[in-house]
């Protein structure tokens, strides 16, 4: 079956260190989307990607990149980790082929990271 | 003001009764909606799109309500297992079909 999933899945780094997400999607799907989720602040948008070599900041990009060199994969980058970042972060996937009433959105299982 | 507000709740709802909430979006462009519901500690998964004219998918109803700018969701009969985070989604196709969500209604149901 077709899937998303991010690794790894809880991680533990130091501030100042760079860090790297995983996301990976069977769907083939062109858009592809990562979030962080605080208590407080709900689901907030850090980039996304609408197709191979296009990336765009979402509300909260500082201190995150993201490059797409395929369809299947969306890496997300903390250049130098810092106690804020300190969060659990879901990759999306989505179509994009159709209008956006059926642009339904598929999340990976999270990732938990904690900055000291 | 969030784009996107909800009841943070928690709603505390007795078996087999009936709940419902409110989603309040800001943004008058706003084109799709959607409820998604999260589980402690899962990731969101979509429960059901919200249509102007309002839809059903079974003991869900949700209902849209442009005028005023809120969507809704109505849980009848209420399930041990219904018990999770239910989630408003909004869709502005303006803003390149990205998705804002609320921060999220927390329903626990109880025997």
């Known amino acids: 079956d077709a899937e998303i999933t991010q690794s790894p899945r809880h991680k533990i780094t130091e501030t100042g260190r760079q860090v790297t997400l995983a996301c990976h999607q069977t769907?083939?799907?062109?858009?592809m989307f990562w979030y962080r989720q605080d208590l407080g602040h709900g689901l907030r948008l850090i980039h996304y990607s609408y197709g191979v070599q296009d990336t765009n900041k979402g509300e909260v990009s500082d201190g995150y990149s993201v490059s797409r060199s395929n369809t299947e994969d969306l890496p997300l980058t903390l250049e130098s980790a810092a106690s804020s970042q300190t969060s659990v972060y879901f990759c999306?996937?989505?179509?994009?082929?159709?209008?956006?009433?059926?642009?339904?959105?598929?999340f990976g299982p999270g990732t938990r990271l904690t900055v000291l | 003001r969030k784009e996107v507000e909800q009841d943070p709740g928690p709603f505390n709802v007795p078996e087999g009764a009936t709940v419902a909430f409110n989603c309040t979006y800001s943004?008058?462009?706003?084109?799709?909606f959607f409820w998604y519901r999260q589980d402690c500690r899962k990731e969101p998964k979509l429960l059901m799109s919200?249509?102007?004219s309002g839809n059903e998918d079974g003991r869900f109803t949700a209902q849209l309500n442009r005028a005023s700018q809120y969507i809704s969701l109505l849980i009848r009969d209420s399930k041990l297992s219904d018990s999770a985070t239910y989630l408003c989604v909004v869709n502005v196709k303006a803003a390149g079909n990205k998705l804002t969500f609320g921060g999220g209604t927390r329903v626990l149901v109880k025997p």
């Open positions: 769907w083939n799907h062109n858009n």
């Open positions: 919200v249509y102007s």
């Open positions: 999306a996937s989505s179509d994009g082929g159709g209008p956006p009433s059926t642009d339904t959105q598929y």
């Open positions: 943004n008058s462009a706003s084109q799709s």
